[in-house]
Each structure stands twice: as structure tokens, then as C-alpha cells.
């Protein structure tokens, strides 16, 4: 695992976004597209303004979700509400490739599978994401995989609807598709973040985020999360 600190979230979700712009070029380079999850919180939303500013093949670009809240279209907590306006808005990228997990139907389960077969046809045969885009809870969880929750058994789906958090049931990607992309990005910000971050760079299996599988793996923190890192 890498680890970047910067002095605060601004640098932080500058940096990001220069990141994931040389990924996508790499990608795009290599394979003719790039197939991106990304996930929620206000950092990333500042992360993606300055994503939009970078020179970069759009129309090889697909977005996924990592997770999503079970709201309206529209609906202010919703993640895609907040994708939809840092990039789409811009014209950077068509509708349709930015792919929404259908959270808004009444059979969430039977829109889980659906989004699972979104995936298999975006990553084709290698069912590989290029860069997933994770954050860190000050609980430990990452995407909305929660600690105790039964979705972080989950090894024979690439999605799960989970029980409610935060007031609302979640739609996430599981475990082994986090494993099995080809680069994750963690972005972390905040000192509430502190222990959780010590514990992630540790591997500490004790927290969902521990969990994901850290050798592709780059954080790019400020320093406020970084604090008890030290010089480990």
C-alpha cells in the first residue's frame, strides 16, 4: 500500500484527480477504455470538479457506482445525485456512461443482480474494474460495507443490498470485486478519520476496510487523517 499526506482535503482532491486523469489515459492506452467505480462523500465531490478539468479521453470512459443510498432519483443523499452534477452536467460524458445502481425500484434485490450484470458487461472476460475510488468511515467501513454486516461474507455476487444505515438500505459493491480491481484509490480527509486510517494501512481485518486487499492499493490522505501514521 502507497501512501500519499498532503496538508488538507483541497490538495488531497487535487492530487486524486491527477491520479485517476493518468489512469485513465494508461487505461485507455492499453485497452481502449476505463471502467471506473467511484464512491460518495465531500471530498470526492471536489475530487471530481478537478477531474473535469483534466485532459483526458471521455468518451472511453465508464462510471459505476461503488454504493448508493435506496432514494428517489434526484434525492439529495443519493450519490449519483452528486456524480451527475460534478461531471455530466459539464458535458464531459454521455448519460449513459455513467451507470447508476437502480436503487429506486422496489425488488432491491433483483435490481442487485441487475447491476452485477452491468459489470460482467463493462469488464468483459477479465471482470476486472480498472480504478476503484474508496472512502473510509470514522467506523471502519468502506463503500457500505459496515462492520458486523453479513454482506462482508459475500464471495459468490459482485452486489449486495444491505440492511439500513443511516437511515436508509444501501446497494454496494462486495469484497471480492474490490479485490479484484486493478488499482484501488483511497481518499481520506479528516481527523476523525485518524484511527481508522492507522488501522487500514496495519491491514487490520478487525474493519471492513481492512478487508479490501491492500497491494494495488494507493491513499492519498491529508494530514489531519494522517496523524498517527507516523513515519510507519
Partial sequence: MEIEVLADAESVARRAAAFIADAVRAA???????????????????????????????????????DERAAPV?????????????????????????????????????????????LDRLTGPSGRLDLVHLGLGPDGHTASLIPG????????????????????????????VL?????????????????MLSRLRDGDAAIPAGR???GAAVVIADRAAAALLGNG
Fill in 149 to 176: 454486516a453479513p454482506e462482508l461474507e459475500i464471495r459468490d455476487a459482485p452486489v449486495a443490498v444491505t440492511g439500513v444505515y443511516q437511515g436508509r438500505r444501501r446497494m454496494t459493491l462486495t469484497l471480492p
Fill in 74 to 118: 434526484g434525492h439529495p443523499e443519493r450519490n449519483l445525485t452528486h456524480l451527475r452534477e460534478s461531471l455530466s452536467e459539464q458535458s464531459l460524458l454521455k448519460p449513459g456512461q455513467i451507470h447508476a445502481m437502480p436503487v429506486e425500484v422496489p425488488d432491491l434485490d433483483a435490481a442487485a443482480r441487475e447491476y452485477a450484470e452491468t
Fill in 212 to 214: 479490501v486487499v491492500s
Fill in 28 to 66: 485507455v492506452k492499453a485497452r481502449g477504455r476505463f471502467v471506473f467505480a467511484v464512491s460518495g462523500g465531500r471530498t470526492p465531490w471536489v475530487m471530481l470538479r478537478f477531474l473535469a478539468r483534466e485532459d483526458v479521453p471521455w468518451q472511453a470512459v465508464e462510471i459505476v457506482q461503488v
Fill in 179 to 195: 479485490d479484484n480491481a486493478r488499482r484501488i484509490l483511497w481518499v481520506v480527509t479528516g481527523d476523525d478519520k485518524r484511527e
